[in-house]
C-alpha cells in the first residue's frame, strides 16, 4: 500500500471512495431486528400473519440491492447538482426519475398498507429497517418516495373514498408526488397563524384556495408527473386559531374528465440549502389566478389533527434519517481510520520504520467507539419505535406513537444532519432526557 501522504489524500478525494465505502451494517440491522426486538413475533399479529424472517430478509435484501446501484452512485451528482428552477419548474437529478419509478413498481411507497389496497402489510419496524439502508445510501433520494408514502396515509386514513381513488393509486406507484404544505412565510412554529384561505364552491368538499406556501420539501419537481399537496388552509368565516385550519388535497394538475389540468399552483422558488441537497425545498403560490381548487379532507376545522399523523411519522422519520447519515459518517470515518498512515506507536517510535495506520492510535479508536455507540444506540431505539408503532396497529388501527428523539453530530455530515434539529424540532440537544413519550402496550 501506497504511503505517500498526499497521493493518498488526492486519490481518496478525487476518486470520491468516501462515499462510496459501506454506509451500514447490516449485521448490526439484523441483530437488532431478530436477537434484540424478535421482529418475528409480529407473525402473531393477523394483520402480519404471512410475514416471517425470510420474508423480512428478502425485504432487506431488496433495499441493500436498491441502495446500492441506484442510490449510493448519485450520492455527490446529487449533491453537487442542486435542483434548479427553470422556467417555473424545478429541475432535478436525471436519476430521480428511475428512482421513484422503481420505488412504484416496487411497491415499497405502500408496503406497510393493506393487501387490499395494494400494500404488503409489511410492519413498520422493518419498513423502517429498510428506509434506514436508503437514507445511509443517499438521504435527499430517500425523501421522496417516503414523502409521498405519508401524503397518501392522510388521504386513506380521513379523505373520501372520491379521493383515495382518485389520488393514491398514483401516489402509491410513484408516478405523483406528495406533500406536506404547512409553512407559510409568517407562520412556521406558530401554525395557527396561517393565511391561506379556502372558500368553499357550489360543490360541496371543493374549495378555491388562495395563499402561499414556503419550504415544501418536494414541492415541484420534474421527476414526477404530478405533485399532491396535503394543504392546510383556513375556511373563510371559520373560527380563529388552531381550531379553524382544515386539510386540502390540492394538486399541481387537478384531475378532470379531460385528464390532467393546471390547478393553478406555481412555483416561486427553490431554495438552496446547506446540507441534502438533491431534494427539492420549494415555494409555492395558490390560487393567483384564483382558479386553484382544493378538496376537504374529513371535516372542517379538523385539519391540523389530520396532519399530526403525518408529522408524526415524520418526527420517527427524520430520526432515522439523523441516525442513518451518521452511521454513513462513521462507516466513512472508519474507512478512512483503516486508510490513513500517520505517526507509530507510542512503543515504537522508530522513524525508520514504517508509518502505522491511525485507527491504531487509542485516542482514534476512542473516537470511533464513541461514534459507532451513538449511531447503533440511536438504531435501536427508533427500531423499537417501529416495534411499538406495530403492536399498536392491530388495537389502534393504524395511529402511531409520537416519539422525541435526541440529536448528535458528526462533522462530516453536519451540513445534512443540521436540518433535522429544525425540522419539526424534533431533534435537539435539550430534548436528550426526555427521549420517549410513549409506552410499548401489551401485546
Ligand atoms: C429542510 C427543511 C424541509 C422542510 N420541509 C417542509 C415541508 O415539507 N412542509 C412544510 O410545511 N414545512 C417544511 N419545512 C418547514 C419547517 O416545518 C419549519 O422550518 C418549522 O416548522 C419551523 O418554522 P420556521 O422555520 O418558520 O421557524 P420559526 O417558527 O420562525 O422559528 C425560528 C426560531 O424561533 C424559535 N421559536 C419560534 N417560536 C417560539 C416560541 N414561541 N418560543 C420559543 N422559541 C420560539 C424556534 O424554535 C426557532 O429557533 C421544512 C424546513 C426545513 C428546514
Sequence with gaps: MSVVGPTFFLSFNHKSDYFRCMFFSKRDLQ???????????????????????????????AAEQIADKMLRPLLTEMDRNEPQLVDGKIRVHEGMKAIMRRFGEDGWINATFRYEEGGQQLPVTVHNAA??????????ASVYPFLTTG???????????????????NMYNGRW?????????????????IS??????????????????????CGDHDACENVVHLLLAKIKGGPAGTKGISLFVVPQQRVTTEGLVPNDVTTAGVYHKMGYKGAPIAHLMFGSDAECF????????????YMFQMMNEARVGVGTNAAAIGTAAYHASLAYAKERPQG?????????????LIIHHADV?????????????????????????DIAQPALNGLHPTTVFPSWLHPSFLRCVWVFTVLFKCISARDYGKVLSTQPLAA
Excluded at 177 to 187: K, R, S
Excluded at 205 to 212: L, V
Excluded at 346 to 351: E, Q, T
Design 31 to 61: 441483530f437488532n431486528l431478530y436477537q434484540l426486538l424478535n421482529v418475528e413475533q409480529l407473525a402473531k399479529y393477523p394483520y402480519f400473519q404471512d410475514h416471517n424472517r425470510e420474508s423480512f430478509d428478502m425485504v432487506l435484501d
Design 177 to 193: 408526488q406528495g406533500t406536506m404544505a404547512l409553512t407559510e412565510p409568517n407562520a412556521g412554529s406558530s401554525l395557527s397563524d
Design 294 to 305: 382544493g378538496y376537504l379532507v374529513g371535516e372542517e376545522h379538523k385539519g391540523l389533527s
Design 344 to 356: 507509530r506507536p507510542i512503543v515504537a517510535k522508530d522513524p525508520t520504520q514504517p508509518q502505522t
Design 365 to 389: 479508536k476512542r473516537m470511533l467507539l464513541f461514534q459507532k455507540s451513538v449511531v447503533e444506540g440511536s438504531l435501536s431505539l427508533l427500531l423499537q419505535c417501529g416495534l411499538w408503532s
Design 196 to 217: 391561506t384561505s379556502a372558500e368553499p364552491t357550489e360543490t360541496a368538499g371543493i374549495y378555491k384556495i388562495q395563499g402561499q406556501k414556503i419550504f415544501i420539501s
Design 131 to 140: 428506509a434506514f439502508i436508503f437514507q445511509a445510501a443517499n438521504y435527499s
Design 151 to 169: 401524503a397518501a396515509n392522510l388521504i386513506r386514513s380521513f379523505g373520501s373514498s372520491e379521493l383515495i381513488d382518485t389520488y393514491t393509486p
